[in-house]
């Protein structure tokens, strides 16, 4: 397994499918910006509206067959080895990109669009793939690196297929003749990328295709629907999709009418929006500890939000004229307002989409991992089909290109709100990262002990408040805690509890029933082959040694036996939220950033568990404490 995300480009099972994988958007956006930019500057010059609405039909066009085609390419990603599904593609790309190269020595516009819906269908079938081959190749703890390697990849070849797009066909008489020999050459290098890609087993051989694709986008929805969290997941991707192509068409316009620049500035306004969100795609893993921390995703959609907004305010011109080269443009101060926008409306997009792709291919099921995300990309193509036409008909209406995208920073934050609250994981694991990015610098030693499938009971020492949200942030796997029920009921945090299912639990002398109730939930959690996490000490320290573990531990594993993971944190006592002079939380903090340790040891089988045993183990990996 690579020890960071970088590691895996001098992989076999990763490199040469993200070279293809990245040579595959290239060529995507080399031909689309070429085609929208003899459009906007060549085609149509002086009429905003009727260059803005054939933008937005473009946009339409190449999406179009992800609603119509991506039912059947799921399936095929799941019934052939998916190393030669690739490769048969990207012999389909170089035909297709013959046929552009016909279109632009026509400067037909009518044909590049029959041309650009072929560009989509391709890419129609190598979607499911491009999300099913990565949970083959990449073990959990590598898919948000992998994921936002491929992100950062993706939107780095939109910005070199904008420049060589857009500034070719601008600026030089025969940029429509260099275009065409270049998406020739990315085509054939990308079939060759994908000669090197290593087997990838079918996952399932013997299924039969279903050709209808009405009945198999029902049934690709039936297979996200079973699980909650990635249907909701999908949705949020399917969202930002909305969000990216609406903001993104319209750019070219916004660029030429609302900045007043030339079409180098529109290739500015992207450069910052594509280094923002490979910036903000390669941060993933290191901000999420190379676990999928779907905290990320509401950080992001707050970003996304602001700077959307922000980026209408900064400038909301509509009838500016196209005089402004690179330089004239970066003189003014004010417009770097603008492409700071720009640069983190992409950073926070990153944190946004690379958890939600990780999250749903490690919760799918594994032999619907290419149908589900199939499925996805139908709900892609169908908002973004939504995105085009809700454009159209506001430039129709009268609303400038300024005006579109404040209503899309607005839409954005009603939907991620309406989102997350019907999943409020997303929120709860976004205020678990916050509260302990904020409070602590955590080093971890052995968190791969803990299992990724499975039942199995943790045991901790306990010495804050703040124990079990550490451990809820640094765990991959979704934990159900046992805790005192008036540290259940602590105020702000309890929100975190209820939403993470933690159980609450009284002292038999003090509520015999709850006791009663929180050991049937604890049963019931194991029995489902869930993760549950208890302090054995019954009680926070009040010295800063650790209590005698009750027997509760013992009672749980004897009526459910499951495995048991010793944990332990050091360097908490002092903190804010420990009991160190008096109560927890009563003085004035003395330090903010503590640096922590949270050891996990040795899984314990069932059999060998005792009070006793499990007391000296946790001490030993607490160690000494100063």
């Known amino acids: 397994m690579s020890s960071n995300q970088f590691d895996l480009l001098k992989q076999r099972r990763f490199l040469p ?20 930019t003899l459009i906007t500057f060549s085609v149509i010059s002086n009429d905003a509206a009727e260059s803005g609405l054939l933008v937005n039909l473009a946009a339409v066009i190449f999406i179009f067959p992800f609603f119509l085609f991506s039912g059947t390419a799921g399936q095929l990603a799941e019934k052939y080895q998916k190393h030669l599904s690739i490769q048969k593609i990207k012999l389909f790309e170089i035909v297709v990109m013959m046929l552009a190269c016909l279109g632009f020595f026509l400067q037909s516009v009518p044909f590049l669009l029959f041309v650009l819906f072929l560009m989509g269908l391709q890419s129609t079938l190598f979607g499911p793939i491009k999300y099913g081959i990565l949970p083959q190749h990449l073990h959990t703890k590598e898919l948000v690196g992998g994921n936002g390697l491929v992100e950062m990849g993706t939107f780095l070849a939109i910005l070199i297929g904008q420049i060589i797009g857009v500034e070719f066909v601008s600026r030089f008489e025969s ?58 997941s999908v949705l949020g991707i399917s969202w930002f999709w909305f969000f990216g192509a609406t903001i993104l068409t319209q750019l070219p316009n916004y660029a030429k009418h609302t900045l007043g620049g030339q079409a180098g500035v529109f290739t500015l306004l992207l450069t910052f929006f594509s280094l923002g969100i490979g910036i903000g795609s390669i941060l993933c893993e290191k901000m ?38 690179n330089l004239e443009f970066m003189r003014a101060w004010q417009n770097w307002r603008v492409l700071i926008d720009s640069a983190f409306i992409g950073l926070f997009s990153g944190f946004y989409i690379v958890p939600l792709y990780a999250l749903i291919q490690h919760r799918s099921e594994k032999h619907h991992v290419s149908r589900i995300i199939a499925g996805n990309n139908i709900l892609n193509a169908l ?33 991620s709100l309406y989102i997350f609250s019907l999943v409020p994981e997303f929120l709860m694991r976004f205020l678990v990262w916050i509260f302990v990015n904020i409070f602590y610098r955590i080093k971890l030693r052995g968190l791969e002990k803990i299992p990724e499938e499975g039942a199995c009971v943790l045991v901790c020492n306990h010495v804050s408040f703040m124990d079990a949200l550490i451990i809820a942030g640094c765990c991959r796997r979704p934990v159900r805690f046992v805790m005192d029920h008036r540290i259940f009921k602590t105020p702000i945090i309890s929100f975190i509890f209820r939403t993470a299912k933690a159980i609450p639990i009284a002292p038999a002398k003090e509520n015999p029933e709850l006791m009663e109730k929180a050991f049937d939930q604890v049963a019931e959690y194991l029995e489902h082959g869930e993760v549950v996490c208890i302090f054995p000490e019954g009680r926070l320290t009040a010295t800063g040694e650790m209590n005698e573990f009750k027997p509760g531990i013992e009672r749980i594993i004897e009526r459910t036996p499951v495995p048991v993971v010793p944990m332990a944190l050091s360097g908490l006592w002092g903190s804010f939220f420990s009991r160190k002079d008096g109560p927890a939380m009563s003085s004035i903090p003395r330090r903010v950033r503590s640096k922590i340790k949270f050891s996990v040891g040795k899984l314990v089988q069932a059999q060998d568990v005792t009070a006793n045993s499990l007391h000296k183990i946790v001490a030993e990996l607490r160690g000494k404490q100063p």
């Not at 499918?17 to 929208?36: E, H, P, R, Y």
């Not at 190379?290 to 909301?316: C, H, Q, W």
């Open 383 to 415: 908002f973004m089909v939504l995105s085009g036409i809700m454009a159209i008909t506001l430039i129709q209406t009268g609303f400038s290109i300024p005006e579109i995208i404040l209503i899309t920073g607005i839409l954005n934050a009603v939907i």
């Open 288 to 325: 999420s500890g190379r676990k999928i921390e779907i905290g990320l995703v509401p950080f992001g959609a707050i970003g996304m939000t602001l700077f959307t907004v922000d980026l209408y305010f900064a400038n909301s011109t509509t009838d500016a004229l196209p005089l402004m080269t």
């Open 175 to 232: 940029g429509l003749i260099v275009v065409s020999g270049v998406v020739i050459l990315i085509a054939i290098f990308g079939y060759l990328a994908s000669r090197k890609i290593p087997y990838t087993p079918a996952v399932e051989p013997q299924l039969k295709v279903n050709w209808n694709p009405f009945t198999e986008t029902i049934k690709n929805f039936g297979f996200m629907r079973r699980n909650r969290v990635v249907f909701l």
């Open 17 to 36: 499918f993200f070279v293809t994988q990245s040579l595959g958007a290239l060529n995507d956006n080399v031909f689309k910006n070429a085609l929208i």
